[in-house]
């Protein structure tokens, strides 16, 4: 695992086509369903850059849970530690900024050219998590070997009821919807490996995860309650406040310091955890002795903040890069401010020299 950016050095591979490594075609083993899926991933791309018209225009509400229902049983093939092998890119939160997530992938590249691992928060705080979900769920679907989706904390009732995803759902085609949305979420994974290397989930870590099987092990479909492992891999924080485990300020799960995640780096084999579930200024943020990353994925966060979008980007040999989706200019008068840093090296030159260790993406 490197972080110096020797990744961009001539002769390094990244992004290999998708004849080199996908393994399953889903037009030779459903000609009619992949056909539908790339009319469905048509029109739900015909949305991008059109505010007029949104999801229900181009999509009944029997097309939507009949894809509800086809990703479920895909979700539940997987492992609740779904693993992939690099090269991918990661993405973090993305909260219903249809608009945004398309802007950024026009930057990074799409499913199936770029094999993708989504860190979940998919739906609340914007307007589009139906369309947001869909056109993942179609691209899941389609490619499944190419894309995999995580849960985030959003993906559970307790929180989508609260923070916009409920209405929305009411909105646009009855709540009805919501109920077979949450069924969906409850069968997502909860965590990814990579490579056997790197470890991917929503939160963070928890003081219930011994090793990679406590995570294979979780039985689904499952709802998070109010603590325990589910919980901690949604909801926990880093943070730079000590090494040790604390109460978190969220008054759920916990905060951990860079001796937790030293030491579950070497009790769980890995070299790397990227999480998402803070908004950070750039997009992401390395902490913990280069151990962990936080990475958000959409810029000025519910047009709060004025933060930039990022991805991590792993290469097959695991060396670290990231791209970056500078965010546009708010509309005057609006009132938003810089994110703040939440774990970085409270030495201010350790700091630096962290966020310096990791490079622009380069494609060779």
Same mark, same amino acid.
Request: with cysteine; glycine share 8%.
């Given at each position: 695992?490197?972080? $110096?950016?020797?990744?961009?050095?001539? *002769?390094?591979? %990244?992004? &290999?086509?998708?004849?080199? !490594?996908?393994? /399953?075609?889903?037009?030779?083993?459903?000609?009619?369903?992949?056909?539908?899926?790339?009319?469905?991933?048509?029109?739900?791309?015909?949305?991008?850059?059109?505010?007029?018209?949104?999801?229900?225009?181009?999509?009944?509400?029997?097309?939507?849970?009949?894809?509800?229902?086809?990703?479920?049983?895909?979700?539940?093939?997987?492992?609740?530690?779904?693993?992939?092998?690099?090269?991918?890119?990661?993405?973090?939160?993305?909260?219903?900024?249809?608009?945004?997530?398309?802007?950024?992938?026009?930057?990074?590249?799409?499913?199936?050219?770029?094999?993708?691992?989504?860190?979940?928060?998919?739906?609340?705080?914007?307007?589009?998590?139906?369309?947001?979900?869909?056109?993942?769920?179609?691209?899941?679907?389609?490619?499944? $070997?190419?894309?995999?989706?995580?849960? *985030?904390?959003? %993906?559970? &009732?307790?929180?989508?009821? !609260?923070?916009? /995803?409920?209405?929305?759902?009411?909105?646009?085609?009855?709540?009805?919807?919501?109920?077979?949305?949450?069924?969906?979420?409850?069968?997502?994974?909860?965590?990814?490996?990579?490579?056997?290397?790197?470890?991917?989930?929503?939160?963070?870590?928890?003081?219930?995860?011994?090793?990679?099987?406590?995570?294979?092990?979780?039985?689904?479909?499952?709802?998070?309650?109010?603590?325990?492992?589910?919980?901690?891999?949604?909801?926990?924080?880093?943070?730079?406040?000590?090494?040790?485990?604390?109460?978190?300020?969220?008054?759920?799960?916990?905060?951990?310091?860079?001796?937790?995640?030293?030491?579950?780096?070497?009790?769980?084999?890995?070299?790397?955890?990227?999480?998402?579930?803070?908004?950070?200024?750039?997009?992401?943020?390395?902490?913990?002795?280069?151990?962990?990353?936080?990475?958000?994925?959409?810029?000025?966060?519910?047009?709060?903040?004025?933060?930039?979008?990022?991805?991590?980007?792993?290469?097959?040999?695991?060396?670290?890069?990231?791209?970056?989706?500078?965010?546009?200019?708010?509309?005057?008068?609006?009132?938003?401010?810089?994110?703040?840093?939440?774990?970085?090296?409270?030495?201010?030159?350790?700091?630096?020299?962290?966020?310096?260790?990791?490079?622009?993406?380069?494609?060779?």
């Amino acid at each position: 695992m490197s972080t $110096d950016g020797n990744n961009n050095k001539k *002769g390094s591979k %990244e992004g &290999p086509k998708t004849s080199e !490594i996908s393994k /399953f075609d889903l037009a030779k083993e459903n000609p009619r369903l992949a056909e539908w899926m790339d009319d469905c991933i048509k029109r739900m791309n015909s949305l991008y850059k059109d505010t007029n018209i949104n999801i229900c225009n181009v999509m009944t509400g029997h097309e939507i849970i009949a894809i509800i229902r086809m990703v479920e049983a895909i979700f539940m093939d997987e492992s609740n530690l779904c693993e992939a092998e690099a090269p991918i890119k990661v993405i973090g939160d993305i909260h219903a900024q249809f608009q945004d997530m398309n802007r950024l992938f026009d930057l990074i590249g799409r499913v199936p050219e770029e094999k993708l691992m989504f860190l979940g928060d998919y739906v609340d705080r914007g307007p589009q998590g139906i369309e947001v979900l869909i056109l993942l769920f179609c691209l899941k679907i389609r490619y499944r $070997d190419r894309i995999y989706l995580l849960r *985030g904390n959003h %993906e559970t &009732p307790s929180v989508n009821k !609260i923070y916009g /995803f409920y209405v929305e759902c009411q909105y646009k085609y009855g709540v009805g919807l919501w109920w077979d949305f949450q069924t969906c979420f409850n069968r997502m994974p909860m965590s990814g490996l990579i490579s056997k290397r790197v470890l991917c989930m929503h939160g963070g870590l928890s003081p219930e995860l011994i090793n990679l099987d406590t995570i294979r092990n979780i039985p689904r479909p499952c709802e998070p309650l109010d603590r325990g492992l589910l919980i901690d891999l949604l909801w926990s924080d880093p943070t730079n406040k000590g090494e040790g485990w604390f109460h978190s300020i969220r008054g759920i799960s916990y905060m951990f310091g860079k001796g937790v995640v030293e030491q579950a780096c070497k009790s769980l084999e890995i070299d790397l955890i990227i999480r998402g579930h803070q908004v950070v200024q750039d997009g992401y943020e390395m902490m913990a002795g280069r151990r962990l990353i936080t990475v958000f994925s959409v810029p000025n966060y519910c047009a709060q903040f004025t933060n930039a979008a990022a991805v991590v980007c792993l290469n097959a040999n695991l060396q670290v890069s990231f791209q970056q989706l500078i965010p546009p200019p708010l509309p005057d008068g609006t009132k938003a401010k810089a994110a703040p840093a939440i774990a970085i090296d409270t030495n201010i030159e350790a700091a630096r020299a962290d966020k310096e260790a990791i490079k622009p993406y380069v494609k060779e």
